[in-house]
């Protein structure tokens, strides 16, 4: 089963032109999909030593020098270390025991426990079997410019740089078929690996696709330009596959994310590509103790990589629905059964709506949202080509085919390619510097005026976020030479204090743009606590963000768009950033100006 807000619904497999196949448009999510014609099915296995009927899989979370005494207590409530992630303390619990998680909760120095699913971990868990390794189809397909590549200028971009091979791009998904034609050039077994059920599984071949998604996501990002079939956002770079979907039921449970999300962090991937939400629950809510166990293991996983210099790009889901304006959920659990539930904006998509994952909106052909992608102001960031009715997006497809997708699967990586070009043409650049090059660089795109649910403005709102991305100006002089600037020193944020971090602005003549881009990276436990404005050289402050008291999310990494035109340009501009409360701590820990 696809986790559908996140995946596009599989299209049948191409063996000829692309005008012979029929491309699936997704609508509401389906609860369960058969893998596609020609996916390799798990074979039975018999039973493996140590599993058990009724095995259930916990995140058992301490702080990282507790990660000793917590396996301890796994082991005397009843459960077994299956893997652990010592450095973030997330530990991956198996356990038949009735109430092994309310019973841990009560140990000291142990956070939260939750459990990852509501079904039994499979068998397979114990003796994974290693996905099949498809016959390839050899093609007499050439090369040609293609609707999605042309609309973010690839196309152009490829004509200045195709991208760099020291560049790695993780590919979070079903897997990736490495034996393809357009892929093989570009694949890095050497980085690819299984974190099916949550241990990383080395063994060649463990990364292979289990259905036909992250095949096709691959493909887009970086399909070789090798005169064969079709060519890849980044052309140039190398792909790794990271397989976190299950067989048979293709879900992506928590503890595959996070192996997948640590394991990108210590193989040095520049990006990675997560198209698909965490399974089982399409929101998962902090008032819920699994859930929140959930969203905190994530989390953490992603800010390891993060902070390893991995940036990652997610998906924003299918359903067409307001992830700034959540009211109820009736798709979870989905390795269950579904109940409606009511939820709130502290409900969480992830990882795509976790701090410092940029979110991807798809738009179809003509830079229109597309109908089934969801939005939300103030949660996306950018949009890409996803398809739309009739025309999908052409990739790879197992076994040396290719076909078309449609879905926000197929727009991030648009953008994850995008990101892919700006790392290999600025090595230097950090996750945060990669996040404001996409929002500076994009294109705007403005609110219909017939759907009142795009809110904000040309330069950013709910359907679009900062715009359509453009590989062109990824690769090119934009921001134009003496017109971006920014400051990575790290400003300490204390409690009750008010802060400022400098960036002196020279040869900007006049005065500031009425979109002046401000991008902001802070690090801080408790947004809540939170003022911060933009001082221009004469003075006067911009507000840029007032977050509500009881806002108790993690870090705040974005892009604001500022009329500052009543200022000059030239001179000091200072972030300021006011803790307005004892508690929490945190840093500035870049931000920059675009004018």
Avoid at 519 to 527: A, N, Q, S
Avoid at 562 to 571: D, I, K
Wanted: proline share 6%.
């Amino acid at each position: 089963m696809l986790a559908a807000t996140a995946l596009a619904t599989p299209t049948a497999l191409a063996t000829a032109a692309p005008a012979t196949i029929t491309p699936t448009t997704p609508t509401a999510p389906v609860a369960a999909e058969a893998p596609a014609a020609g996916a390799p099915a798990a074979a039975p296995r018999a039973a493996a030593a140590g599993w058990a009927a009724g095995t259930r899989s916990y995140l058992v979370i301490s702080a990282p020098a507790d990660v000793a005494a917590a396996k301890t207590a796994v082991a005397a409530k009843g459960g077994t270390v299956f893997s652990s992630y010592d450095a973030i303390g997330v530990i991956v619990a198996h356990s038949t025991t009735t109430g092994f998680a309310a019973a841990l909760r009560g140990v000291t120095g142990i956070q939260q426990v939750g459990a990852t699913r509501t079904s039994d971990v499979p068998a397979d868990a114990y003796n994974p079997a290693l996905p099949a390794n498809p016959a390839q189809a050899a093609t007499t397909l050439t090369e040609s410019n293609r609707w999605d590549m042309t609309q973010i200028k690839a196309d152009q971009a490829w004509a200045v740089t195709t991208g760099s091979p020291t560049v790695k791009v993780g590919v979070l998904d079903t897997g990736v078929d490495d034996q393809h034609q357009d892929l093989a050039p570009n694949f890095d077994a050497a980085d690819s690996v299984s974190c099916a059920y949550g241990k990383p599984d080395t063994r060649t071949g463990a990364w292979r696709d289990v259905d036909t998604h992250g095949t096709h996501v691959a493909g887009t990002i970086a399909a070789a330009k090798n005169g064969k079939g079709v060519i890849g956002v980044a052309p140039g770079v190398k792909i790794a596959s990271v397989r976190i979907a299950e067989p048979t039921s293709t879900l992506f449970y928590a503890e595959n994310t996070v192996c997948g999300f640590v394991w990108a962090g210590e193989r040095g991937f520049k990006v990675t590509n997560n198209s698909y939400y965490t399974d089982p629950w399409q929101f998962n809510c902090p008032n819920d103790l699994d859930q929140a166990a959930i969203i905190e293991g994530v989390k953490r996983a992603q800010e390891y990589a993060e902070g390893k210099g991995s940036l990652q790009v997610a998906a924003a889901g299918n359903s067409n629905y307001d992830l700034a304006n959540k009211t109820t959920d009736s798709e979870s659990p989905n390795d269950s059964t579904p109940v409606t539930r009511t939820i709130s904006n502290a409900c969480l998509d992830i990882p795509t709506e976790l701090p410092g994952v940029v979110t991807v909106a798809a738009t179809g052909s003509g830079s229109g949202k597309a109908s089934y992608s969801n939005f939300g102001r103030g949660v996306i960031d950018v949009a890409a080509p996803g398809g739309d009715g009739a025309t999908g997006v052409y990739s790879t497809l197992p076994g040396g085919k290719y076909g078309t997708k449609s879905g926000t699967s197929m727009a991030s990586p648009h953008v994850t390619g995008v990101a892919a070009l700006i790392a290999s043409t600025n090595p230097s650049l950090t996750p945060a510097d990669i996040r404001a090059r996409l929002a500076t660089q994009a294109n705007d795109l403005a609110c219909p005026a017939s759907d009142s649910r795009c809110t904000g403005t040309t330069a950013n709102n709910a359907f679009f976020g900062e715009g359509q991305v453009d590989a062109l100006k990824a690769v090119g002089s934009t921001p134009p030479a003496g017109k971006y600037f920014e400051n990575l020193a790290d400003v300490a944020i204390t409690d009750n204090t008010t802060v400022e971090s400098p960036i002196t602005v020279t040869g900007v003549s006049g005065t500031a743009p009425a979109t002046l881009k401000v991008g902001v990276d802070v690090k801080h436990t408790y947004r809540g606590d939170l003022v911060i404005s933009l001082v221009a050289p004469d003075g006067t402050v911009y507000l840029l963000e007032d977050f509500p008291n009881g806002d108790s999310a993690d870090d705040v990494a974005k892009t604001y768009t500022v009329n500052a035109a009543a200022s000059a340009a030239n001179g000091t501009w200072k972030l300021r950033v006011k803790d307005g409360a004892a508690g929490d701590v945190g840093t500035i820990d870049a931000w920059n100006l675009t004018f």
